[in-house]
């Protein structure tokens, strides 16, 4: 069956970094978008990049571009999201997820597989 695990997460400090893992069994990965989440308590589910099959493309939140960096490695059927410069209110519950519409897609709603996620705590 289609399994995503994450892995990576942690308590940092401000300015500090983190590289978060997404292990993925069950499906061809590499025909695949790929996308991560992030849910603050209290908050709604929130797109934060995602990645074409290929790894060519990629797309991202606005509030994380030029800190963060989402990657591909097919042949270890692994996404990353490399986390720099991180902030306080980058604390969350990431998720990795696999999109089955075509396209770099930031609505949840299109993302049908998800991982357990894993906590990214930065103090302040």
């Known amino acids: 069956q289609v399994q995503l695990v994450e892995s990576g997460g942690g308590l940092v400090q401000t300015g500090g970094s983190l590289r978060l893992s997404c292990a993925a069994s069950g499906f061809a990965f590499a025909n695949y978008e790929m996308g991560w989440f992030r849910q603050a308590p209290g908050k709604e589910r929130e797109f934060v990049a995602a990645?074409?099959?290929?790894?060519?493309?990629?797309d991202y939140l606005d509030s994380v571009k030029g800190r963060f960096t989402i990657s591909r490695d097919n042949a270890k059927n692994t996404v990353y999201l490399q986390m720099n410069s991180l902030k306080p209110e980058d604390t969350a519950v990431y998720y990795c997820?696999?999109?089955?519409?075509?396209?770099?897609?930031?609505?949840?709603?299109?993302?049908?597989?998800w991982g357990q996620g894993t906590q990214v705590t930065v103090s302040s």
């Open positions: 990645i074409s099959r290929s790894g060519g493309s990629t």
């Open positions: 997820a696999r999109s089955v519409y075509l396209g770099l897609l930031r609505d949840h709603r299109r993302y049908l597989s």
